[in-house]
């Protein structure tokens, strides 16, 4: 009976950990394209993604505006547009799971740099979090991989 | 004390089995959930443009850098890592001819920069359509000019019948999307008069 009541527990273990195993994933990734120069970039629109129902338009301009860049109501006359897609998950309470951000040519639409952070639910972060991480890694990481590497 | 003897074997042999079955439910769960999660990365192999020519051959060496990829978790989702998009971009140039050379430092006549932008992760269905954007740039590294920026969007469905596991429908989708956006792109490079 001891020796049924050991291996059941040995597999309810297993199946724990097996199901928690993909639970702590971070990813904070940003690339920056040759051509772009960050620094001319000065005016910003945030264009809101038609899915978002919890206003992570307004975490960014406000992110934007503390890092000290003008943010704009119109896609006119602006340096770039910020576009993005943020993606919520379940575990306990909602939770940001990801974020990516895009700023583009206003005139041509060309990703001039992109930002995408993951955090699953054991290392959750909140969503101005997910939005400092991913902004300050464009604007500020010596780490991008991608075009710019060598900048 | 015979019937007290018997019913109590029964109750233990009836307890047995459910826990037997108790059992075997729980590693068939952890059996699915492990199948389930066991994403691969796509193959390099997969994307590379079989074509063997764009009608066009630049007589300038090019030097390639990828970026925006990452790597695939077994629990996570089918990504492109960046040595394989690099990898893969490299060698359909050379398949193709379109350029003399690719130049394995960044003493090229052209400097070529692809960035994978955003790729949608759809995560139930028979069918699994991924739509993916890559931003193209291509810079002459004499004079700095750009003479290419674009962002080049493209899509690939894998249907319910093409494989049995859900996360080989994704791969093959993220591979076949990945195979049309390097083949738009290198489309669009031959079109330009490069000098």
Known sequence: ?151 | MKFLLIFSSVMRSEEQIVINSHLRFLAACAMITLLAGCASPASRQELVVEETSFGTRHPYSVFVIAGGGGETDATGYTNISNEDLEGAIKESIIKSGLFSSVAKTHDADYKLSVNLVSMSKPMFGLSFTIDMEMSWSLVNTKTGAAVMRESIKSSHTTGGGEAFAAVTRIRMAVERAAEKNIRQGLQKIAGLPLN
Request: hydrophobic share 40%; net charge negative.
């Open chain 1, 1 to 151: 009976m001891i020796r049924r009541e050991r291996t059941i527990h040995v597999v309810l273990l297993l199946s724990l950990l097996v199901l928690l195993h993909g639970c702590a994933v971070n990813k904070a990734t940003a690339t920056v394209d040759q051509t772009t120069d960050l620094s001319a970039l000065k005016m910003f629109h945030v264009k809101k993604y038609s899915k978002d129902t919890r206003d992570t338009n307004v975490l960014i301009e406000n992110k934007l505006t503390e890092m000290g860049f003008h943010i704009s109501g119109t896609e006119t006359e602006v340096d770039a547009i910020v576009t993005y897609v943020d993606k919520w998950w379940w575990d306990i309470t909602m939770y940001m799971l990801e974020l990516t951000i895009t700023l583009r040519d206003p005139g041509s639409d060309f990703p001039l740099a992109t930002g995408h952070s993951l955090h699953t639910s054991l290392t959750r972060k909140s969503p101005e979090g997910m939005v400092d991480e991913v902004l300050t890694n464009i604007f500020f990481s010596d780490e991008k991989r991608g075009a710019d590497s060598d900048k």
